[in-house]
Nanobody, 125 residues
Framework: VQLVESGGGLVQAGGSLRLSCAASGVNLDDYAIGWWRHAPGKEREGISGISRSDGTTYYADSVKGRFTISSDNVNNTVYLQMDRLKPEDTAVYYC???????????????????WGKGALVTVSS
């Protein structure tokens, strides 16, 4: 099983980036898949997830209204569109998937069966 992130980089505050996560080696139909981030000096947290079975989405308060998660089920890819980025969004962003907890794993920042290696997002002020 592989989750491979792409799309990270350096952007100025107020700008946008789109992260992609390509999944292979697993049928994600019964999973929730989404994004965590690990910022310097902070704990890793689940920030957004989407349930592949019914499309339910979750956003942490810190990103709600600025980030949008979407899933291309045909190509087994999930995206995170990040708009109006802030310096405090600087972090390593990880793609993850969970079957048992599903979307609750992202809400609770717990679980996850599979992880990507991460993509660095740096937002300059």
């Amino acid at each position: 099983v592989q989750l491979v992130e792409s799309g990270g980089g350096l952007v100025q505050a107020g700008g946008s980036l789109r992260l992609s996560c390509a999944a292979s080696g697993v049928n994600l139909d019964d999973y929730a898949i989404g994004w965590w981030r690990h910022a310097p000096g902070k704990e890793r947290e689940g920030i957004s997830g989407i349930s592949r079975s019914d499309g339910t989405t979750y956003y942490a308060d810190s990103v709600k209204g600025r980030f949008t998660i979407s899933s291309d089920n045909v190509n087994n890819t999930v995206y995170l569109q990040m708009d109006r980025l802030k310096p405090e969004d600087t972090a390593v962003y990880y793609c993850a998937a969970d079957r048992n907890l599903g979307i609750r794993g992202f809400i609770l920042s717990a679980g996850m069966d599979y992880w990507g290696k991460g993509a660095l997002v740096t937002v300059s002020s």
